[in-house]
């Protein structure tokens, strides 16, 4: 499929990786639901505006799935987030099944029984920054290396069953799924993905745990349809998704509160009473990636005053609509003490993020506890030098340097 060439091509340019494309805010003053080109040059509709971002979430004409996959629009050559996902037929009824069988692996007892070992991880993180600081004194810290991306990691390990000493598997595996610039790597990354995650399932149904892919697998003896594939893709998925998102989230996260050194010293000064604010404020400001959530409509939709014909792609701009300014005044400011604020970061309705509780509970407890820590914990070179990574579909940046 080609696009017209007089639409806007995302991703759009960004100050920097705190802010968001001013074109977005633009587009959504033209209207909450305008034409674009993806960045593999295919046609697609944005939607930027809050209601009509959560009325795709909770309508049943759009889907993951294509009516016809081969002629559908494409967002980017990524091998996740990118393409029609799932039958056509069964979609819905699956996505529902699927949501059954995950809801007790995600329950809040569980998460919440989680929590004070999420700590003990955190610090076991704090202390590998200290080492880091004492191996080269007076050099900078890379807070990404020794903290948002292995403490996601180890998380997600440990809820899923997957072994630690695995973690540069996934690492490399998650790295290449994720990347729009290695054409077929991605496609073959998420195949030894998957291939990894069906072994795992086979040692799980030999010796099974407390955990989620062995949840699955006994899963699997009530529901003779529920296959090795669909654990293994499902565990794939959510081990990607596990640590990706909160990583970045985590970065981004440090990156606000160090770009402004009294939102630091105000957090550091009452945990207890701002830490929830300020971690709902970085789920709604963070935009570490500069695409979106792609959708299909299964009929002819009218949405924001135009007409979405049967199997057009649909790119839902979370962070877009995280900014309308109709729905969260002052949209651009960090405001820890905003209420409400019912982002939609973890998306809406049937398709709410089912880790969004775990997601969570690790960043109220970096961010409730990091600057108690090191309460002197400071940038070391300025935001702008910080490069966002735009050749992966979860963007994000590669580094967050630091002092103290």
């Known amino acids: 499929m080609t696009a017209t060439t007089d639409t806007p091509r995302l991703p759009f340019e960004r100050p920097n990786v705190l802010e968001i494309a001013p074109l977005f805010g633009v587009l ?77 692996a995600f329950s809040a ?100 745990g407390q955990d989620v892919v062995s949840d699955m697998v006994r899963a699997q003896a009530e529901d003779p349809t529920f296959g090795d594939d669909d654990v293994a893709r499902l565990a794939a998925g959510l081990l990607f998704a596990g640590h990706e998102t909160t990583s970045n989230r985590i970065d981004l996260g440090a990156l606000y509160l160090l770009t402004d050194l009294a939102r630091r010293d105000a957090l550091a000064a009452d945990p207890e009473g701002k830490t929830h604010g300020v971690v709902e404020e970085i789920l709604r400001l963070s935009a570490p990636g500069a695409l979106g959530v792609l959708r299909y409509a299964h009929d002819d939709v009218e949405l924001g005053g135009v007409t979405i014909a049967r199997g057009d792609a649909v790119v839902l701009s979370l962070v877009a609509a995280n900014r309308d300014e109709s729905v969260f005044p002052d949209a651009d400011a960090f405001d820890p003490d905003r209420k409400p604020n019912a982002h939609v970061a973890f998306a809406y309705g049937g398709w709410f993020c089912i880790g969004a509780s775990l997601a969570r509970t690790e960043l109220r407890v970096v961010f409730g506890s990091l600057f108690r820590r090191f309460p002197g914990l400071r940038l070391a070179v300025p935001v702008d030098e910080l490069q966002v990574r735009t050749n992966r579909v979860t963007g994000g940046v590669d580094r967050v340097p630091v002092l103290w």
């Open 109 to 208: 007892n569980r998460i919440r029984r989680l929590a004070g070992h999420v700590q003990e991880l955190a610090d076991g993180c704090f202390d590998a920054m200290e080492r880091a600081r004492s191996a080269r004194p007076g050099e900078p810290v890379d807070l990404h290396e020794h903290l948002s991306f292995p403490l996601p990691v180890l998380v997600i390990c440990e809820l899923l069953g997957v072994p630690y000493e695995d973690r540069d598997t996934f690492r490399v595996l998650s790295d290449r799924m994720g990347r729009m610039d290695i054409g077929a790597g991605a496609e073959a990354a998420l195949d030894e993905f998957t291939g990894y995650m069906s072994r795992l399932a086979a040692v799980k149904r030999r010796e099974p």
């Open 28 to 104: 959504r003053r033209q209207g909450p639901v305008v034409r674009v080109t993806t960045p593999v040059g295919d046609p697609a509709w944005l939607v930027t505006g809050f209601e009509q971002v959560r009325a795709v979430f909770t309508d049943p004409r759009f889907g993951r799935s294509h009516p016809a996959p081969e002629e559908a629009s494409a967002l980017s050559d990524a091998a996740i987030l990118s393409r029609p996902q799932g039958d056509h037929e069964t979609e819905h009824a699956e996505h529902a099944r699927m949501r059954r069988l995950l809801v007790p």
